[in-house]
């Protein structure tokens, strides 16, 4: 069936390292791939999304692209703020399907 | 331009007894999905619907739980005799109609977190 793997946490990081959360699926067909952000005492956030292979989703200095061949959509940052101090999590929606496979989440600490 | 709004954000209930929570979806949106997330667990899906319409219900647990989205008002979600095992946190998240929910996103709410004790 389909699924979302992606790497356990916690990461915890200084401010202006270099992020990268890994994220693989499992799904038939070519399904679309989201990452969303889920800031403290809030919901989820659309933070970028890719919909078919070599895609490059971005936002907020946030990358990943949607890589086909290695069934995975690995989330990077160059250099991360303290505000990037959250829970991310990727999840895939399968072709024709109601609704989103989510990964287990990776809670990012940005220390200054 | 308000977001999903759920509410309660926060439910304590009893064994046995019943919790409802309830979503507002965005304005203009007329599907709206519910989500569970266990503790240190993703979310998982529950059931998507339409103005007085179940669609998928394949993630609902067969027994106690149930959801509605009436043609006025907000969808519920309500789940009778709880058990320690319901604690959680729900989400519900809503799309426009037109669109191809495999390429479009899902907006979500902030989320109801259940306590049972």
């Known amino acids: 069936g389909d699924s979302v793997t992606q790497m356990e946490g916690p990461v915890t990081l200084s401010e202006e390292a270099f992020l990268t959360i890994n994220c693989t699926y499992t799904?038939?067909?070519?399904?679309?791939l989201f990452w969303y952000v889920q800031y403290p005492g809030e919901g989820l956030q659309l933070l970028l999304k890719?919909?078919?292979?070599?895609d490059k989703g971005s936002n907020k200095g946030f990358e990943a692209t949607y890589r086909k061949e290695t069934t995975s959509f690995h989330l990077e940052k160059g250099s991360v703020q303290v505000s990037d101090s959250a829970v991310y999590f990727c999840a895939l929606s399968p072709t024709g399907a109601n609704n989103l496979f989510f990964g287990t989440g990776t809670r990012l600490t940005v220390i200054p | 331009n308000a977001g999903v709004m759920q509410n309660p954000r926060h439910l304590v209930r009893r064994r046995g007894q019943e919790a409802r929570l309830r979503c507002s979806p965005m304005k203009g949106h007329s599907h709206v999905y519910w989500y569970r997330q266990l503790p240190e667990e993703g979310l998982k899906f529950m059931v998507y619907l339409q103005k007085e319409n179940i669609i998928d219900e394949s993630g609902m647990p067969k027994e106690r739980f149930s959801a509605e989205f009436p043609k006025e008002g907000p969808s519920i979600l309500r789940i009778q005799q709880v058990v320690r095992g319901d604690s959680a946190a729900y989400f519900c998240?809503?799309?426009?109609?037109?669109?191809?929910?495999?390429?479009?996103?899902?907006?979500f709410g902030d989320g109801t977190r259940l306590s049972i004790l």
């Open positions: 799904a038939t067909g070519y399904p679309s």
């Open positions: 890719a919909t078919k292979a070599d």
């Open positions: 998240a809503s799309s426009p109609e037109g669109q191809s929910y495999s390429n479009q996103p899902q907006h």
